[in-house]
């Protein structure tokens, strides 16, 4: 059975940098694209940002030229590098990726349990 095991939330101060983790667990595993999500308190959860197995990028507006996405496909790791901290950032973090476990015929939507960072002085 696939596991997403998330770290590195926190909290931090405005301007600050945090780094999240994302370990996909599971033995002869096909990873499509892995991402980040987020869901602050009374919103919907919204795409953070987005990484393909091919090395596309995508990321919400709001945090672009901020947050850098990176992922060691040996080790089925994202990654999610956070500068400039606001406070609007404050959310808790989920992990998200599509995967097939081999002998499976199908890719499926898998989710962390999610990392709270808040941003505050």
């Known amino acids: 059975q696939v596991q997403l095991v998330e770290s590195g939330g926190g909290l931090v101060q405005p301007g600050g940098s945090l780094r999240l983790s994302c370990l996909a667990s599971?033995?002869?595993?096909?990873?499509?694209?892995m991402g980040w999500y987020r869901q602050a308190p009374g919103k919907e959860r919204e795409l953070v940002a987005i990484?393909?197995?091919?090395?596309?990028?995508k990321y919400v507006d709001s945090v672009k030229g901020r947050f850098t996405i990176s992922r060691d496909n040996a080790k089925n790791t994202v990654y999610l590098q956070m500068n400039s901290l606001k406070p609007e950032d404050t959310a808790v973090y989920y992990c998200?990726?599509?995967?097939?476990?081999?002998?499976?015929?199908?890719?499926?939507?898998?989710w962390g349990q999610g990392t709270l960072v808040t941003v505050s002085s």
């Open positions: 998200n990726a599509i995967v097939r476990e081999v002998g499976r015929p199908t890719y499926v939507a898998v």
């Open positions: 599971g033995s002869d595993l096909s990873i499509n694209s």
């Open positions: 990484i393909t197995s091919g090395g596309t990028i």
